[in-house]
């Protein structure tokens, strides 16, 4: 596996753990890097409003996202 699929895996697998679902994926490359945008909704495919959910949602996925290990771009999320 790739290091930006590996990259996606592991958004996805968060995004997953937060109980999210994915309304819409857009992924684009751009020679050797891609960028991946996930729209999502809540559990009840509603749009996530609640200001304390976006704060621990983004506080879950900045580490992911931030991690070395995996490939130099980095896959952004947006609340729906």
Do not use: N
Not at 58 to 69: Q, S
């Amino acid at each position: 596996m790739g290091e930006s699929q590996s990259a996606c895996c592991q958004v996805l697998r968060t995004l997953s753990d937060l109980k999210l679902q994915i309304s819409s994926a857009k992924i684009s490359t751009f020679g050797e890097r891609a960028v991946d945008v996930f729209y999502v909704k809540d559990r009840f495919g509603l749009k996530i409003e609640d200001e304390p959910r976006l704060k621990a949602i983004r506080e879950t996925l900045l580490p992911v996202l931030a991690d070395d290990t995996v490939a130099p771009a980095r896959p952004s999320v947006a609340a729906e």
